[in-house]
């Protein structure tokens, strides 16, 4: 069976395609992104534009093309926080509906954090043990814990990279003083949930996901040998820290150049370095692992789940 997860992001709207067979894993055959930064299209009262809307349509409609066009027997289609979270959100849902032809599944902050855990869980395996994760997005940032892959403690906070670089980081590049303004708010605001994960057993993992961390770790952590041929990196909080104010002095156009910042993180990669800075600390946590599988696999192994496969005939 062929399936697509249609991930419709604060910052991207994420087409992956992949092959499933029951008690198997999935195997990604197409994977397109589109890049939208849906953020720098809020309006004063928090309402996506028009201009906003239509890019948005569009590149709907341009996935569920794609689609068709790779025989997908189900198109998932998930929206996260920018979506929700918008004023006139119930309208931006209906018209992306229309370009998908079919309904969409709007994730809250925590269940966006359980899906990717999941994914999380089954890409490391039980013998990992307790798992930490953090997952940044363009609106959001999501944390979850636990040893099953149900986690025991999920979290959603509005510290996405885009959302803080509009807040605290409009300038280009910003100066020392709005990166400290950033740090001491994404300070305050993971405090409590810092106190609430306090009570759980320390990790045997602590695991990043997401497009932002995994540039992140190509900038200022290291690969190890992996597993199936695919490289793992490990991020060390102590060298995030040190590159933060190196990327803050570097324009945006220029930022592009370095390891693993690519053209669409070029604006948004100091808060969320930032960010997954305090996050760290706050966590009291020295370095992370880098999961491949984020929140659309996780979408995807939840709905092979739910399906009743039927064993073959003998």
Do not use: C
């Not at 087409?15 to 004063?44: E, F, I, N």
């Not at 809307?53 to 189900?74: F, H, P």
């Not at 057993?201 to 995994?214: C, E, T, Y």
């Amino acid at each position: 069976m062929r399936l697509g997860v249609l991930d419709i992001g604060s910052n991207t709207v994420h087409l992956l395609v992949a092959d499933v067979r029951p008690g198997g894993r999935p195997l990604a055959t197409t994977s397109k992104r589109t890049v939208l930064r849906l953020m720098r299209y809020l309006d004063a009262d928090g309402a996506i534009t028009e201009d906003g809307v239509a890019a948005l349509e569009s590149a709907v409609a341009e996935a569920r093309a794609l689609a068709t066009a790779e025989n997908v027997d189900e198109l998932l289609a998930t929206a996260t926080s920018a979506v929700r979270e918008a004023a006139n959100g119930a309208d931006v849902i209906a018209r992306i509906e229309a370009a998908l032809g079919h309904p969409l599944q709007v994730l809250g902050g925590e269940t966006e954090a359980r899906y990717t855990f999941l994914a999380v869980r089954r890409w490391f395996g039980w013998s990992a043990g307790q798992i930490l994760l953090f997952d940044i997005g363009g609106g959001s940032l999501e944390l979850a814990a636990g040893a099953d892959e149900l986690p025991d403690a999920a979290a959603s906070v509005p510290l996405g990279a885009g959302r803080m670089t509009i807040e605290f980081l409009p300038d280009d590049p910003p100066g020392e003083d709005a990166v400290d303004r950033l740090r001491a708010h994404a300070r305050a605001t993971l405090a409590p949930v810092a106190e609430a994960f306090g009570s759980l057993p320390r990790p045997d993992h602590v695991v990043g996901s997401s497009k932002a961390i995994r540039s992140l770790a190509k900038l200022a952590g290291y690969p190890v040998p992996g597993w199936s041929g695919i490289e793992r990196m490990v991020l060390p909080r102590r060298e995030l820290k040190a590159w933060i104010p190196r990327i803050a002095r570097i324009p945006a156009g220029m930022r592009q150049e370095l390891p693993g910042i690519t053209a669409d993180r070029t604006f948004q990669i100091v808060a969320g370095a930032v960010v997954l800075h305090e996050a760290m600390k706050a966590m009291e946590v020295e370095e992370l692992e880098v999961s491949p599988w984020a929140l659309r696999e996780g979408v995807l192994l939840r709905y092979i789940e739910s399906l009743s496969w039927s064993a073959p005939d003998a």
